[in-house]
């Protein structure tokens, strides 16, 4: 999921998350319990602008990824700036992609396989940034911005008050590859560390000599829903594969469970990478 990332612009369609949301703020603005606030107040107590406020409200230009958690804040409404912006973040994306996200913010348990990056739920801002810059080459400031901030709004499903359990496994090659500078590297493997330390977290290694699998040639997704029903996703160049017939799910979870027990203990594999981190000056 690369160039297709971007923040697209507001359709005028009336259930358009996007107007929904500068609708709701407008809202909130005029009824705050304390008095209406206007444009300039707002952007006060937003830490941002009265410019900024009005673009959201008129729908003009991407919102400011920091801003809804603010807005919730401001307004005490409980998450629900938050919310509408992931249905905002969402929606720029192809429909095959929107499907996949929908299915992963439910998700009570996410199974990943990467054979060739850091999966985007664990990606830093510089690691994304240069991944993203990588593929297009040719693209704006913007749309790296754009990537970025959406590539690291879906990470908010780790924090919430219900995080679902996730189990990585990444073949050994992506410690290894070295598509950015060491430093940015260096704090990658880092943070996938820190991940792995959290209690609904599993980070696994799967060592280059492992045997060959169904799942060699592409990152894959088992997402698991709310009702256990499980959803493969496999995804390719511009493209995301939804698998759910029985039989095709089935297989794609013994995989997973070979590939667990093929690779390196969840000890182990941070002390793997470690090591690689150790490694990069």
Not at 7 to 29: H, V
């Amino acid at each position: 999921m690369h160039a297709d990332e971007g923040t697209s612009g507001a359709t005028e369609g009336a259930d358009d998350p996007r107007r929904q949301f500068a609708e709701e703020c407008k809202s909130a603005r005029e009824l705050y319990p304390d008095g209406p606030l206007n444009q300039t107040q707002l952007g006060k107590l937003t830490r941002t602008s009265k410019s900024t406020i009005s673009r959201v409200e008129t729908c003009k230009g991407p919102i400011p990824p920091d801003l809804p958690a603010v807005l919730d804040q401001v307004f005490k409404t409980d998450g629900k700036f938050k919310r509408l912006y992931e249905d905002v973040v969402a929606g720029s994306f192809p429909s095959l992609y929107r499907q996949r996200m929908a299915l992963e913010r439910t998700a009570v348990v996410i199974r990943e396989w990467s054979p060739t990056i850091v999966p985007g739920l664990f990606q830093t801002a510089d690691y994304a940034r240069f991944l993203f810059k990588g593929g297009a080459p040719l693209a704006g400031d913007h749309e790296v911005a754009a990537f970025t901030a959406n590539r690291l709004i879906r990470q908010a499903i780790l924090d919430g008050d219900a995080p679902p359990d996730v189990r990585v496994v990444l073949c050994e090659s992506v410690l290894r590859r070295r598509f950015c500078p060491p430093d940015i590297m260096r704090r990658q493997l880092s943070a996938l560390v820190e991940a792995g330390e959290r209690p609904t977290v599993r980070i696994q290694i799967l060592p280059l000599d492992a045997p060959a699998h169904l799942f060699s040639d592409w990152p894959v997704s088992l997402l698991t829903s709310p009702s256990h029903t499980v959803t493969v996703c496999v995804e390719s160049y511009r493209t995301a594969g939804i698998v759910e017939e029985p039989g095709d799910v089935r297989t794609a979870l013994r995989t997973y469970d070979e590939l667990t027990s093929d690779a390196l203990s969840a000890r182990d594999s941070a002390r793997l990478i470690v090591k690689q981190m150790e490694t990069l000056s």
